[in-house]
């Protein structure tokens, strides 16, 4: 990955003044005909997606028809680079500078994150992230959504929504659209999810990588006591 195109003080700028929290919507963030050629991968693994799917069924009421895939050992060659990409000192470096936030660590679990893909009528209700990594401790502080979706339509719907901290109103709604990365600066009131259940037809599932950043400590206003998933509307 090549982050000598983006200035970086520009985008630590969007990120810390963004409402209704730190936030930055970052379009073409890599090389498109290597994102491209990792796509094709992925749709390559429908069916042990859909066999977990069918085992595991929805972790939540408002978490519906949202598949995971973060074994690494289970992909292809392309996206295992990808995964060991998303954690090398250059991504680590790209993201401090743009954040602010200093000694961020990766996570090699994956956990919750790696490849996701809602299929017809799933949504992703609008919640706050878990706080703790709950094998390794550390403090979950980014996350990066990048999305896969090549033809995008706005009656597919699956738009991402950003939410006041007071559920009092959507302030900011993010197509998913094909090498879109959205960087969320994660705390108990960066609330997002996508409510709308998604429309795409039965061959066209709502695809997106997610990656989970940490830190071995927090600003004490940030701390709270661990928690999964805090759900707050469907």
Known sequence: MDFSKFNTDELYNQFINAQPYSHLVIDNFIDPDYLTSLLQEIKGYKQIMDED?????????LQTKKIGLSDTERM???????????????MIAFLEKITGIPDVLPDPMLYGGGIHRTTTGGKLGIHA????????GKNRRINILLYLNEDWKPEYN????????DMSKCVKSISPIFNRAVILRITDNALHGHPIPWQGHDNTPRLSIALYYYTDDRPEEEKSEPHMAIWKMC
């Open 129 to 136: 992230d878990f706080n703790i990594h709950p094998y390794t």
């Open 158 to 165: 699956g738009e991402l929504e950003l939410w006041q901290s």
């Open 76 to 90: 292809g060659p392309i996206a295992r680079h990808f995964f060991e990409q998303s954690q090398s000192p250059e």
């Open 53 to 61: 799917y069918q085992k595991n069924g929805d972790e939540h009421e």
